[in-house]
């Protein structure tokens, strides 16, 4: 291979170095209003009056959306949500969590729009309010919806109580299982909410017409978007998404697109809102609030014999995707491990708090850590090495996981090891200030995959008039260099060097469709989809050049910018001729089809709950002040089975972008509430993030085995990188310290009070 | 962020009475606190008297031996400086400390005092040093302790219209060291658990002569330290009384629970931070 494999920079770089990449709060169209929001004070409400017409007496407001003007108008639907329909577009009856919509201000400026803000007379009611889902689940607790809205088939509510999701997982027998075992391990584990932070900010310019709308955002699916505008707004809508910068799960299903579209069909006008950092905080999709419980049977050799574990996540103030992403992560709740006797247990619950989104893996991470800080508990009560105990469990090839799935390709072994030779050298010694200690876990991950087969990504290659190939991609450029990998796809099979394609990503108008940027999944599929396009162009280009050049196809080769025989290289035509002869560009479309099931060469069928498992190992190696309680991480390894790396530098530094943003919620960062339900952490100056001066040293590895299906042998792992990572420290924290924490952040002061604890308690 | 009036008049006495000619108005100087609070609606003026226009609040001077620092110098002016680093580099070290290089570029020595935040770290090293603020008022201009000019969070000694021009500090001692230690959760550019700043003189034996201790971010101000000075004096700095040092100060701060930690764990940073910082200025006093 020439092109996959290799580490061209990003067709983009040298464009964002320089500046001169557009995003999309740098965006002007013409005619163009700002809108600004006003957002509930209060956590939970009745909104018992609200009048707008002083904010439109102000001078340069256009105008000012309510619950009166959507329930107004026949053509727009009120309720938005993909798979929970249950976020009116502006409060109609009710607000749900402090920062809930409750008007839109449309002006001239931003700043008249913030003015007039004040001027909107509201009346609220306050209700009794549940920011904890435990308490939101007790019989009794007062229902945040009256009635449930799931769409997606997935979903299975509890009507008449909070619990907006509540799903199974379950093979051989739990109870037998735990019978067999020769000890029985239970611990409690918590992770409080964060937020994304993503560089850009989120925005949206809607312009919306009698007879057809057009968004421009930064989302993360703008495919599924289109299709929700259009059951809303019932009008053909395009969605356009130009480079993001960054979303990390946070932008995948906000609802902000249609909030501001309501507005322009209101101001018959093209209306932009760019949400402030503080509004990302206050409004914006967070990680949820996480607890689970892991009980765990081993034999004496420390084979696992039975897991049970039930897990609650947060799904804040409406469920649009929340409840989905919890269900998801049911299929690797209980590790990468042979387990003959599984029951998990999912709750995903309503409360008075913001909604909840995918956060990079989300809550993969926090299943991990539950399950590998409990293994190292095990291995050391046992008295078997803390990685010896992981191999005699892992999942290897031709294992069944608790999905039923076959598992091929894993090498999470291998991935272990990887992680642990990164760290290698003599174990790092403590001192009377400092504790040190390493620490190491893995993970499985999956990718989002249909219970039926259907087509999730298609792709078109284009050779154009000027002799170059264009790729149309849905997959939104977010920072993961995804136009270069799939130029390096369709290059590598068409038999051209990556100079000669260029990209365009991500405008529903000109692009065929995809079902997101999310899941670590657009490698694999849309990659398949380019795969696909390219090879059925290349044909095509072969076959036309076989006419002009009057010989076979299979004698012919196309390489840089023409088609020459194989045998007679002189005698060729240059690809800008070849479309001239054939008087109109070459275009292919291409696609992937997923779900449905996996048959093996015996013909023996399993089921497919995810297209491709992605396994992992991390290790970190720790530093704890005895002084302060503070942690540092000096060094942290991870190695992933990518299946291939198409672009190994982008791969490497991925792995490095996501351990360097779970830093963050591992040590420090937690968004916090106060007990009337209002936000503490409300800005920055509040909300520490990691930056360079917290960053340890990274020790990235690839294990790459080819994975049977992907592109080339890839598949996705955008998101695992930093899914080990809190376990990981928790195990070197022990290793450090030899006080086990349940939850994250491991913020300095509760570290030092442990210690202090365990010092008193080994003195006293 | 709301519409407000701007101006940039060219000298500090024309500043002070635009400022002092109408109710709601707010002196910018490097903007990394006031732009934020304009931000965030904390703050919703109907003037903005931009004082970067008043070239005469520039500049590094050096009176008797003293050094004079105009209230427009930034941080990053003072991290660099080698006329600070040589004569007070218990400055230079908490300038170097405060934020981001993007911040500290930005930021001013007037804007950090007159800011009047208690977590700040200049300031602290300031009081340490013995410093005076200088406060113009239209053309008068008055002197006094920086470590009498604040009154609380975000309150000074400054009266309405008047604006810091410049701080001054004594002639440097011989014999003398400082240090400016500080701690924070996460990042090393977030708001401080708490800061400390040292300033101690030996005699020719090794014995301390004279000591100022300052904590910062646990109290309402900065704190001056007086007791643990005090316990410092008459003899050489070491382990012990730099731990009694620690022990007196943490006792006298007065921090709150918070974000960034309970006042339990307040006070313990603060003994660390005490006996590092008292420790390293008696090293550097006897280099």
């Known amino acids: 291979m020439r092109v996959v494999g290799s580490s061209p920079p990003t067709l983009e770089a040298e464009d964002k170095v320089a500046g001169r990449t557009r995003y999309l709060p740098d965006e002007v169209v013409p005619g163009m209003a700002h809108a600004k929001v006003l957002r509930s004070p209060y956590a939970h409400a009745r909104l018992v009056f609200i009048d707008a017409s002083p904010a439109r007496a102000l001078p340069g407001v256009v105008c000012v959306l309510t619950r009166d003007e959507v329930l107004a108008d026949p053509r727009v639907g009120n309720l938005y949500g993909y798979v929970f329909r249950d976020a009116p577009l502006v409060a109609i009856d009710r607000v749900r969590y402090q920062g809930d919509i409750v008007a839109v201000v449309v002006a001239e400026d931003v700043h008249t729009a913030e003015e007039a803000l004040e001027l909107i007379d509201v009346e609220y009611e306050e209700l009794p309010r549940l920011l904890d889902a435990e308490e939101a689940m007790s019989p009794g607790a007062p229902l945040i919806h009256d009635r449930m809205y799931p769409i997606a088939s997935e979903l299975h509510p509890i009507e008449g109580t909070n619990v907006c999701h509540r799903s199974t997982l379950e093979t051989g027998d739990v109870e037998r299982g735990f019978a067999e075992a020769d000890a029985v391990f239970e611990d409690v584990y918590e992770a409080p909410p964060v937020q994304h932070c993503a560089l850009e900010l989120h925005a949206v310019i809607a312009d919306v017409r009698d007879d057809a709308m057009t968004v421009r955002t930064n989302c993360q699916a703008p495919f599924p978007l289109k299709a929700e505008l259009e059951r809303i707004f019932k009008r053909p809508a395009r969605v356009i998404v130009s480079y993001v910068g960054g979303g990390f799960g946070s932008k995948s299903r906000d609802r902000i697109e249609a909030v501001v579209a309501a507005a322009s069909n209101l101001a018959k006008r093209p209306v932009r809102l760019v949400l402030t950092q ?487 | 962020m709301r519409n407000f009036e701007y101006a940039q008049p060219a000298t500090a006495s024309e500043a002070s009475r635009l400022l002092a000619d109408s109710d709601d108005t707010l002196a910018l100087s490097g903007g990394t606190a006031a732009v934020v609070l304009l931000h965030l609606g904390l703050l919703r003026p109907s003037l903005v008297v931009d004082l970067g226009g008043a070239t005469e609040m520039q500049g590094i001077e050096r009176p008797n031996g003293g050094m004079r620092v105009g209230a427009l110098t930034t941080i990053r002016t003072l991290e660099t400086s080698a006329a600070v680093a040589v004569a007070y580099p218990i400055l230079a070290e908490a300038a170097s400390q405060v934020g981001s290089v993007r911040v500290r570029n930005a930021a001013t020595v007037g804007g950090a005092v007159a800011y009047g935040e208690p977590q700040t770290d200049v300031p602290a090293a300031l009081i340490a040093l013995g410093a005076e603020v200088e406060a113009q008022h239209g053309d008068s201009r008055r002197s006094l302790p920086l470590a009498d000019f604040f009154h609380g969070p975000y309150e000074t000694d400054l009266a309405h219209g008047e604006i810091v021009s410049a701080v001054s500090l004594p002639a440097p001692q011989a014999r003398t060291g400082g240090c400016h230690a500080k701690f924070t959760i996460g990042s090393m550019e977030h708001k401080p658990v708490a800061n400390a700043s040292a300033v101690v003189t030996l005699d020719a034996d090794g014995a301390c002569l004279a000591a100022r201790v300052v904590v910062g971010a646990v109290g309402p101000t900065p704190l001056v330290a007086e007791r643990a000075a005090s316990a410092l004096l008459g003899a050489p700095i070491g382990e012990a009384n730099a731990r009694e040092a620690a022990r007196v100060a943490a006792e006298d701060a007065e921090p709150i629970d918070d974000l960034r930690g309970s006042a339990w764990y307040k006070r313990r940073i603060v003994r660390v931070l005490v006996e590092r910082a008292v420790r390293r200025a008696a090293e550097r006093a006897a280099a």
Request: aromatic share 6%.
């Open chain 1, 278 to 764: 503080e509004e990302t905080f206050l409004a914006g999709y967070i990680r949820p609030a996480f607890k689970c419980w892991i009980k765990t049977g081993v034999t004496r050799d420390g084979i696992i014999t039975a897991r049970s574990y039930r897990f609650i996540t947060d799904a804040g103030a409406y469920a649009i995707t929340g409840a989905r992403s919890a269900n998801n992560t049911v299929k690797v709740a209980a590790g990468p491990y042979r387990i003959p006797n599984a029951f998990v247990e999912c709750f995903a619950v309503y409360t008075n708090k913001p909604p909840s989104a995918p956060y990079r893996g989300l809550p993969t991470t926090q299943h991990t850590m539950a399950y590998e800080t409990q293994m190292d508990r095990i291995a050391d009560e046992l008295g078997i090495d803390r990685v010896e105990i992981r191999k005699r469990n892992l999942l290897k090839d031709g294992d069944i996981h608790i999905t039923g799935d076959l598992i091929r390709s894993s090498h999470v072994a291998e991935c272990l090891d990887g992680a642990v030779a990164a760290l290698s050298g003599p174990a790092p010694a403590g001192d009377e200030q400092t504790l040190r200690g390493r620490g190491f876990g893995c993970t499985i991950k999956y990718t989002l995959t249909p219970p039926q087969p259907s087509v999730e990504s298609e792709a078109a290659v284009e050779l154009g008039a000027d002799g170059r190939f264009e790729v149309r991609a849905a997959t939104v450029n977010i920072g993961q260099g995804s136009d270069t990998t799939m130029a390096q796809i369709a290059a590598e099979a068409l038999g051209v060097g990556l100079e000669q394609m260029r990209v365009v990503h991500s405008d529903t108008a000109l692009v065929p469709p995809d079902s997101s940027t999310t899941a670590s999944r657009s490698t694999y599929h849309m990659g398949n989809a380019v795969l696909d396009a390219a090879t059925r162009l290349r044909a095509e280009v072969l076959e036309v050049a076989s006419g002009l050049l009057e010989e076979e196809p299979d004698a012919l080769r196309l390489d840089g910018d023409g088609v020459r025989l194989a045998s007679a290289p002189e005698r060729r035509v240059a690809l800008d001729e070849l479309v001239a002869a054939n008087g109109a560009p070459l275009l292919q479309y291409g696609q992937c089809e997923v779900g449905g099931e996996y048959v093996d060469e015996q013909g023996k069928r399993y089921p497919v709950a995810s297209t491709f498992w992605t396994f992992a190992a991390a290790g970190a190696e720790v530093e704890v002040s005895r002084e302060t309680g503070q942690i540092t991480l000096s060094r942290v390894s991870c190695a992933v089975n990518v299946g291939r790396a198409v672009n190994p530098v982008s791969v490497h530094k991925q792995i490095e972008g996501g351990l360097g943003m779970e830093l963050g919620p591992t040590l420090f960062e937690r968004l916090v509430w106060d007990g009337d339900g209002q936000l503490l952490t409300s800005s920055l100056l509040d909300y520490p993030l990691p930056t360079m001066s917290t960053m340890p040293r990274y020790e990235t590895a690839l294990v790459e085995p080819g994975f049977p299906g992907g592109p080339y042998g890839a598949k996705g792992m955008g998101e695992v990188g930093s899914v080990v990572l809190p376990a990981a420290v928790l195990n070197a924290v022990y290793d450090a310290t030899g006080v086990r924490f349940h939850s994250v952040p491991l913020h300095p002061e509760a570290v030092l009070r442990a210690l202090e604890e365990a010092g008193e308690a080994a003195n006293g």
